[in-house]
């Protein structure tokens, strides 16, 4: 088709059958028309992703997690809370990992955590052990004597996880809770049945520890949630 037309051709359309007024037109008017196509694309993609956006109500941060399968699995939340899974959703932030603070990424993904969880960019916090002790022992999480004053406590007292306070952090040490060993009690471990598994984020065999962030812009909702997950 290269060799057959050139800037130079002035066809006679009478002449021509209507497959090669078609390659004719395709030959001259190829990049337009992809440019075209490409405008369109963009104005459907962006009328469609914004007519179906939905209001995060809720951020969840999920160290080392994997990315939930089923996008329901949070709408029977919703709807008890209020809201419609069609309009708000809850949102699961999978990209960050940990490797023990030996890893190469944890060059990258510590800080990250750090600065997520200091500005309110997650609303409950889901790890590992290990990642959970690193981020508590540094004053990020909200103490349970806090999530879960007085006789709330009571029924998940079993599961909680203790951290040692980082003195050269300066952690916020409430005057509600008393340390354990010299540990506090920032956490608490999901059961093998929660949500969390069901929705294959993380694999059984790794126990996993929830927290709500000191710094929580929907505290509220997010202690609902926790106790949704320890069910």
């Known amino acids: 088709m290269g060799a057959k037309y050139t800037s130079k051709d002035k066809p006679d359309f009478s002449a021509m059958s209507a497959g090669e007024k078609v390659k004719w037109f395709l030959f001259y008017y190829k990049w337009l028309l992809i440019l075209a196509i490409g405008v369109l694309a963009f104005i459907l993609f962006a009328v469609l992703t914004g007519g179906k956006k939905k209001e995060t109500v809720l951020n969840l941060l999920a160290v080392n997690g994997i990315q939930e399968e089923d996008e329901t699995i949070w709408d029977g939340f919703l709807t008890t809370h209020g809201f419609e ?8 932030n999978t990209n960050l990992a940990y490797q ?4 190469v990424m944890d060059a990258y993904s510590i800080p990250s955590m750090a600065t997520i969880l200091n500005a ?3 609303d ?12 508590g022992s540094l004053g990020a999480f909200t103490p ?5 004053p ?14 040692e306070m980082d003195p050269d952090a300066d952690p916020y040490i409430s005057d509600t809770e008393t340390a354990v060993n010299g540990k506090y ?22 126990d996993i520890i929830v927290a709500l962030p000191v710094s929580a812009e929907n505290a509220l909702l997010g202690k609902e949630f926790i106790i949704e997950l320890l069910k």
Do not use: H, W
């Open 120 to 122: 309110g960019g997650a």
């Open 124 to 135: 409950v916090f889901l790890s590992d052990e290990d990642c959970f002790e690193a981020m």
């Open 185 to 206: 009690a920032r956490g608490i471990r999901l059961n093998k049945d929660s949500l969390v598994y069901q929705a294959l984020m993380y694999p059984t065999e790794v």
């Open 144 to 148: 349970i004597s806090e999530l879960f």
């Open 85 to 92: 899974p069609g309009k708000q959703e809850v949102t699961l």
């Open 150 to 163: 007085g006789d709330e406590a009571k029924e998940y007292e079993d599961r909680f996880v203790y951290v």
């Open 100 to 103: 023990g603070g030996m890893g």
